[in-house]
């Protein structure tokens, strides 16, 4: 199948009255792979999608799929599919009815369509549901109904709007992994807005963080977690310690008394630097010998959840630094023990307030 | 809820309407019912009797022939509010909200006009002294101004201006609440807005869309004024018939067998209406 479905958003900006919703996102997908929107809520990652769809009229800016501009084309001329956070399917249709929907509007045969809707519904693990009622169906049925009415056109663009967030999360977990099977499989370009980070980072080729309108960063999914490009972004996707140094020039960098490596560190000026080291980077040790990158603190807290152990350390910074690790490799640590706090340097990531 | 045992306070509570009712419904209703088997003294009165005399006169042509204009014009106001209201309070739903509910007011603000105001008003505008065929006069559409009333479309038109509110109100609830995302994943899926209005929009809202038009069709039923006003005595309702027996020719069991009748009748559509709704909706 030719790669068909790329998309290119050029200085889109969507404002709602005094509100600025969308503030200016110049973005360049690639077709075929499967690419999330993540943010806050109230970041502008929905209406950015409604504007992708035709659903909302961008203020300013232009939309081209596969080159060619769409801003000006309405929804239902659009070639896409879309799921919505309600599902939003049909009350007054069977399930059957919800799917072939968009295949009567066109005027398809009726035995063209039973033949599709049966294929849509073995494809998403339906079968024999055809002429149920949506009322009939459990909250993960419905999900895979939307998903294959959205897909029964075979449209260029196939838009996600949160749509696991009816779920309970262990279905949730296991329908992020079908859809994304299903993605793969059908090779179609995908846009899906969540606020959920590992839902991103489990089906997602390409990871777009928004905040406040803007896109903070683009990546890839692990490089967006390892190699944060801003305070928002490291916060936002997992947990991180964001110490607050000064620059001391060539790859160094001031955080209290002491001297650490930090790649990337080019400021010499002592003025702030940011420095983000994910908790589980971060290491441990007891006592106060000599230890490289490292500065000393005062054990505030503990707690192992079997999966994952967690200690919290006064270092006399702003907040307290956290060091996660498997439990197995647990260093025997107590309330109110002296500790230092190691940051390996190729932890350490330079990022933008 | 239907665990829970009703305490003697809820039938305190029940007690009130339910007494109102038989009091004020069932009670003259029975009086009603048992009036329309006496027998009438020609020029005054009647006395206790049992007879069909009233029973029977239901059967002649004329009356036969009110009935169903009666029910025919009740059923067209109905038909006319709905094709006017339904689209009116669509748009009105998706209107941004400092429109949406100035219109909203005017719209029930009709509420507070009587049927005598309206009547009469309308007897004005469609007349020919001061009514709005002037107005096209003055605009030169019209060479001369006419009256449009009393006549057929005089008294629909009054029909459905009284309605009208009563039948936005009835979509309005079900109407504002029909989830925007529905109509526009009809919209992702090729459909054009106006195919989203009658594939989605229309055949959801159905059952409202019944009970508006019941609503309107058992509410102009009974409305007497609007036709006695607008229209001539063959536009006459039934209940015009009924209160013209009743007030001054004074054959109240006749009256009293006509209202029976009538009652009868509207439940009757009422049901008919209903079961055949319910069967379709359960068929598709």
Request: proline share 5%; with cysteine.
């Given at each position: 199948?030719?790669?068909?479905?790329?998309?290119?958003?050029?200085?889109?900006?969507?404002?709602?009255?005094?509100?600025?919703?969308?503030?200016?996102?110049?973005?360049?997908?690639?077709?075929?792979?499967?690419?999330?929107?993540?943010?806050?809520?109230?970041?502008?990652?929905t209406?950015?999608?409604?504007?992708?769809?035709g659903?909302?009229?961008?203020?300013?800016?232009?939309?081209?799929?596969?080159?060619?501009?769409v801003?000006?084309?309405?929804?239902?001329?659009?070639?896409?599919?879309?799921?919505?956070?309600?599902?939003?399917?049909?009350?007054?249709?069977?399930?059957?009815?919800?799917?072939?929907?968009?295949?009567?509007?066109?005027?398809?045969?009726?035995?063209?369509i039973?033949?599709?809707?049966?294929?849509?519904?073995?494809?998403?693990?339906?079968?024999?549901?055809?002429?149920?009622?949506?009322?009939?169906?459990s909250?993960?049925?419905?999900?895979?109904?939307?998903?294959?009415?959205?897909?029964?056109?075979?449209?260029?663009?196939?838009?996600?709007?949160?749509p696991?967030?009816?779920?309970?999360?262990?279905?949730?977990?296991?329908?992020?992994?079908?859809?994304?099977?299903?993605?793969?499989?059908?090779?179609?370009?995908?846009?899906?807005?969540?606020?959920?980070?590992?839902?991103?980072?489990?089906?997602?080729?390409?990871?777009?963080?928004?905040?406040?309108?803007?896109?903070?960063?683009?990546?890839?999914?692990?490089?967006?977690?390892?190699?944060?490009?801003?305070?928002?972004?490291?916060?936002f996707?997992?947990?991180?310690?964001?110490?607050?140094?000064?620059?001391a020039?060539?790859?160094?960098?001031?955080?209290?008394?002491?001297?650490?490596?930090?790649?990337?560190?080019?400021?010499?000026?002592?003025?702030?630097?940011?420095v983000?080291?994910?908790?589980?980077?971060?290491?441990?040790?007891?006592?106060?010998?000599?230890?490289?990158?490292?500065?000393?603190?005062?054990?505030?807290?503990?707690?192992?959840?079997?999966?994952?152990?967690?200690?919290?350390?006064?270092?006399?910074?702003?907040?307290?630094?956290?060091?996660?690790?498997?439990?197995?490799?647990?260093?025997?640590?107590?309330?109110?023990?002296?500790?230092?706090?190691?940051?390996?340097?190729?932890?350490?990531?330079?990022?933008?307030? | 809820?239907?665990?829970?045992?009703?305490?003697?306070?809820?039938?305190?509570?029940?007690?009130?309407?339910?007494?109102?009712?038989?009091?004020?419904?069932?009670?003259?209703?029975?009086?009603?019912?048992?009036?329309?088997?006496?027998?009438?003294?020609?020029?005054?009165?009647?006395?206790?009797?049992?007879?069909?005399?009233?029973?029977?006169?239901?059967?002649?042509?004329?009356?036969?022939?009110?009935?169903?204009?009666?029910?025919?014009?009740?059923?067209?106001?109905?038909?006319?509010?709905?094709?006017?209201?339904?689209?009116?309070?669509?748009f009105?739903?998706?209107?941004?909200?400092?429109?949406?509910?100035?219109?909203?007011?005017?719209?029930?603000?009709?509420?507070?006009?009587?049927?005598?105001?309206?009547?009469?008003?309308?007897?004005?505008?469609?007349?020919?002294?001061?009514?709005?065929?002037?107005?096209?006069?003055?605009?030169?559409?019209?060479?001369?101004?006419?009256?449009?009333?009393?006549?057929?479309?005089?008294?629909?038109?009054?029909?459905?201006?009284?309605?009208?509110?009563?039948?936005?109100?009835?979509?309005?609830?079900?109407?504002?609440?029909?989830?925007?995302?529905?109509t526009?994943?009809?919209?992702?899926?090729?459909?054009?807005?106006?195919?989203?209005?009658?594939?989605?929009?229309?055949?959801?809202?159905?059952?409202?869309?019944?009970?508006?038009?019941?609503?309107?069709?058992?509410?102009?039923?009974?409305?007497?004024?609007?036709?006695?006003?607008?229209?001539?005595?063959?536009?006459?309702?039934?209940?015009?018939?009924i209160?013209?027996?009743?007030?001054?020719?004074?054959?109240?069991?006749?009256?009293?067998?006509?209202?029976?009748?009538?009652?009868?009748?509207?439940?009757?559509?009422?049901?008919?209406?209903?079961?055949?709704?319910?069967?379709?909706?359960?068929?598709?």
């Open positions: 199948m030719q790669e068909r479905g790329g998309l290119r958003l050029q200085e889109l900006v969507k404002r709602f009255g005094d509100l600025e919703a969308v503030a200016g996102v110049d973005l360049e997908l690639p077709p075929g792979r499967l690419i999330s929107f993540l943010g806050p809520s109230g970041c502008g990652k209406t950015l999608l409604r504007m992708i769809a659903l909302e009229q961008p203020t300013a800016g232009r939309v081209f799929l596969d080159g060619e501009d801003t000006d084309r309405p929804p239902h001329s659009r070639d896409i599919g879309m799921v919505f956070q309600t599902l939003a399917l049909f009350p007054h249709l069977s399930v059957s009815g919800n799917i072939g929907y968009g295949m009567k509007i066109r005027g398809v045969a009726q035995a063209e039973r033949r599709r809707v049966d294929e849509l519904l073995k494809m998403v693990s339906l079968e024999g549901t055809a002429d149920r009622r949506v009322s009939q169906l909250g993960g049925q419905r999900q895979r109904v939307a998903t294959a009415r959205a897909l029964a056109l075979e449209p260029r663009l196939f838009l996600l709007d949160e696991l967030s009816a779920l309970d999360a262990n279905l949730r977990e296991q329908l992020q992994v079908e859809l994304r099977l299903l993605q793969q499989k059908l090779g179609i370009t995908t846009i899906m807005v969540t606020h959920d980070q590992r839902e991103a980072m489990t089906m997602s080729d390409l990871v777009v963080v928004m905040q406040a309108g803007r896109v903070e960063q683009v990546g890839l999914p692990l490089e967006v977690y390892r190699r944060p490009a801003t305070a928002f972004v490291a916060r996707i997992g947990s991180t310690n964001l110490l607050e140094t000064t620059g020039g060539d790859g160094r960098v001031r955080l209290r008394d002491r001297d650490l490596a930090v790649p990337g560190a080019d400021r010499s000026d002592g003025g702030p630097v940011l983000s080291v994910r908790p589980e980077d971060a290491r441990l040790h007891v006592g106060l010998g000599a230890v490289p990158n490292a500065i000393p603190g005062t054990v505030v807290f503990v707690r192992d959840l079997g999966e994952l152990f967690e200690c919290y350390v006064d270092c006399e910074l702003r907040e307290h630094v956290v060091v996660a690790g498997s439990p197995r490799e647990r260093v025997p640590v107590d309330q109110g023990d002296a500790v230092q706090v190691e940051f390996p340097p190729d932890a350490c990531v330079v990022v933008r307030a | 809820m239907s665990d829970r045992k009703p305490t003697h306070g809820t039938y305190a509570v029940l007690a009130v309407p339910v007494t109102m009712l038989v009091v004020f419904f069932l009670v003259p209703f029975g009086i009603m019912v048992a009036s329309s088997f006496y027998h009438r003294v020609e020029g005054g009165f009647y006395t206790p009797a049992f007879e069909l005399n009233s029973w029977r006169r239901l059967f002649t042509e004329v009356f036969i022939e009110r009935a169903v204009f009666s029910i025919g014009i009740s059923l067209l106001a109905g038909a006319v509010c709905i094709a006017v209201a339904f689209p009116f309070t669509f009105l739903t998706r209107m941004k909200r400092r429109p949406h509910v100035a219109l909203l007011v005017v719209v029930m603000s009709a509420l507070s006009l009587s049927e005598v105001i309206v009547g009469f008003t309308w007897s004005v505008l469609l007349g020919r002294a001061a009514g709005i065929s002037n107005i096209l006069v003055w605009l030169g559409v019209m060479d001369e101004a006419r009256a449009y009333q009393p006549g057929f479309v005089a008294v629909l038109l009054g029909l459905c201006y009284i309605a009208f509110p009563y039948c936005v109100l009835t979509l309005y609830p079900s109407l504002s609440r029909l989830d925007r995302e529905v526009e994943a009809a919209q992702t899926m090729g459909a054009s807005p106006w195919r989203t209005f009658w594939t989605v929009v229309v055949p959801i809202s159905r059952p409202i869309i019944v009970a508006g038009f019941l609503l309107v069709f058992v509410f102009t039923l009974g409305s007497y004024l609007i036709s006695a006003i607008l229209g001539r005595p063959e536009h006459w309702t039934l209940s015009v018939f209160s013209d027996q009743a007030s001054f020719n004074a054959n109240v069991p006749f009256a009293a067998a006509m209202a029976i009748f009538l009652t009868v009748l509207s439940l009757a559509v009422v049901g008919v209406v209903t079961v055949v709704e319910s069967r379709t909706r359960r068929l598709t």
